[in-house]
């Protein structure tokens, strides 16, 4: 009778490492050319703790931090087998080159698997694609992986990478930094853009996500490839988009930056965001990539923040191995590459995570009648054991607190600001108290151009506008004396009403006139009188109606009383040119 039972598994996670090793191409080298890195000596009075180290070495943009994580990490096992520090046990590490390829990145574990001893743990790739596909295969030998550059989204996945961990905090463990971040300056309206590939739309998917939940508005979304940049940034410019998250690699963050300089999407009125690390002058224009300028490149990304991890103990403090992040620099003998975050700290604490791990766990499985030595590539029982211990680590590593929550680590968030070639620190996000610190130790001031905070959009405020007093009180006097001159006319009329003269102007039509002009200029000064003069509201109906009061029965008794004496005198002139006009006037 057929069972299927852990050899059947392993034959088909062969059969499909075969397929991709097929798809990928041809592997390079053979198993004498890829020596272990590490030291292989051999004590029979201690047992050995296999670590597999697949590190990107050579072919590819990585090489450069997989020497350091490969350096660092053979000075952690080092130390940890110096010390003692798993009593009756010495870590042995296996180190290999995936050269940024599944291809080579599978020729390896599987060289590893066949033609050396037991495999106990996985330490990397730090590449993406490579690390994705031995997550998936590692669990069919039983085998814990810990990485110390992976950062996609996917790996978060424990349905699918049960077994995988990460020293390195994932971009969306930022997500909470970055709500604190814009909570803090009151910023409401976002958008983002990002590289159209997996990782990168799986961040901006779970930080849109992440936003919105806690009432954050996008007012536009978009993965985009390169033909796009541009349409995509004009949607932005349309939409009042100011407050701007991206996630690109090196090469299409030129691009786009390169569009959004030609846009005007730069400056004081905008902000952007960027996931992940880029290395020192990313922007420089060599062999041509854009169409822009270095100068013009440098300008549009000036006063960008970037959003990864703390890449070293705060205040120098002491790690779990003994020493501080600077006598770490000094034993590796080894500068930070040009980036803002320490990949030799990482491995070198991935490296710390596995000891501590096995250490904690020997106890429990004694507890549990088991031995380390039937820890072989079909013990899950040993293997989920480990797994359990590991997820519950929290001590202080060289790259600041180590603590998981599922396959991600949970770290302190920093923010980084580019301003005038210089990237400065200007704020820490602490996860365990939801802490947002713009006062941390080395932090500078926010920069902003124009030295003031940009708006998330365009705000509309409504205002009172009310009359200056100044104008108001200059108006009602010249309406005053307009008043006073009306009332002489009134009172002149008044006292020569019996002259020939004023009988014959036709005194009755004046006196109205005279009288609507004193109401016109009482509306004058009715229309300034506004909440500036009164400081209340509850008068501003009673006013409004003496105001149309006033206008409209002074403008139609005044003009009303002229064009009757315009309409008189046309019909004194009618009757002349008929010779039929008799005066009333006596004599």
């Known amino acids: 009778m057929f069972r299927w039972d852990a050899s059947c598994r392993q034959t088909l996670v062969l ?14 080298g053979d198993a004498d050319d890829d020596a ?20 990107e070495l050579s072919s590819c943009e990585l090489a450069k931090n997989g020497r350091l994580e490969a350096k660092a990490a053979q000075l952690a096992v080092k130390l940890i087998n110096e010390r003692a520090v798993i009593p009756g046990y010495q870590l042995r590490l296996f180190a290999n080159d995936t050269m940024c390829s599944v291809g080579e990145g599978i020729y390896a574990f599987l060289d590893a698997l066949f033609l050396g001893p037991r495999i106990h743990f996985l330490l990397g790739p730090s590449d993406d694609e490579v690390a994705i596909e031995l997550a998936r295969a590692s669990p069919y030998w039983a085998m814990l992986q810990i990485s110390a550059g992976a950062t996609s989204p996917a790996l978060s996945d424990r349905n699918h990478f049960r077994y995988f961990f990460r020293t390195i905090t994932p971009d969306q463990s930022h997500n909470n930094a970055r709500l604190e971040f814009l909570r803090h300056f009151r910023w409401q309206y976002a958008a983002t853009i990002n590289e159209n590939t997996e990782s990168y739309a799986l961040a901006m ?82 062999a041509n990539e854009t169409t822009c300028t270095t100068a013009q490149l440098e300008k549009a990304i000036d006063g960008y923040i970037s959003v990864t991890t703390s ?68 013990n899950q029982e040993i293997a989920q054991i480990v797994a359990g211990v590991l997820s519950r ?17 949970v770290g302190v968030s920093v923010f980084r600001q580019f301003v005038q070639k210089e990237t400065n620190t200007i704020a820490m996000y602490y996860p365990d108290d939801g802490l947002l610190s713009f006062n941390c130790s080395g ?9 003031r905070k940009p708006a998330d959009r365009r705000h509309e405020s409504y205002v009172i506008e009310v009359i200056e007093t100044e104008v108001f009180v200059s108006i009602t006097i010249i309406s005053f004396f307009g008043i006073i001159i009306a009332c002489l006319f009134l009172l002149f009329n008044f006292r020569f009403r019996n002259e020939k003269f004023i ?29 500036g003069i009164t400081g209340d509201l509850y008068y501003s109906r009673p006013i409004c109606h003496l105001r149309i009061f006033f206008f409209s029965t002074g403008f139609s008794v005044a003009f009303g009383s002229l064009f009757l004496k315009t309409f008189r005198v046309h019909q004194i002139f009618r009757k002349a040119s008929r010779g039929v006009i008799k005066s009333k006037v006596r004599k």
């Open 311 to 378: 890449d070293a103990l705060m205040n120098n403090k002491v790690s779990a191995a003994g020493i501080t992040y600077e006598e770490f620099i000094h034993l590796l003998d080894e500068n930070s590459p040009s980036s803002t975050y320490s990949p030799q700290a990482l491995a070198f604490d991935a490296i710390w995570t596995i000891a501590l791990a096995v250490q904690k766990s020997l106890p429990v499985l004694e507890r549990n009648g088991l031995r380390w030595m039937d820890y072989d590539d079909t």
């Open 443 to 451: 932090c500078e001031p926010v920069s902003w151009e124009g030295s």
């Open 205 to 286: 998917n779970a930080l849109v996500g992440a936003l919105e939940d806690q009432n954050i508005t996008f007012r536009a979304t978009g993965s985009i490839g390169e033909s796009k940049i541009r349409e995509q940034l004009e949607l932005f410019k349309e939409k009042d988009a100011r407050i701007l998250f991206g996630a690109f690699s090196v090469e299409f963050a030129k691009q786009v930056f390169c569009e959004a300089f030609r846009l005007g999407l730069y400056g004081s009125r905008y902000v952007w965001f960027l996931s992940g690390s880029y290395p020192v002058g990313w922007w420089k224009n060599r």
């Open 503 to 531: 009988k014959l102007s036709s005194p009755k039509l004046n006196n109205t006139t005279a009288l609507g002009c004193c109401l016109v200029y009482a509306s004058v000064i009715s229309l300034g009188i506004d909440f």
């Open 36 to 55: 272990p890195l590490a030291s292989e000596q051999e004590e029979h009075s201690v047992e050995f703790i296999n670590i597999l180290g697949l590190f």
């Open 15 to 28: 059969l499909y490492c075969s397929c991709l090793l097929t798809i990928t191409g041809p592997v390079h």
């Open 393 to 409: 680590l929290d001590f202080p590593g060289i790259s600041g607190p180590i603590r998981f929550s599922g396959a991600d680590r």
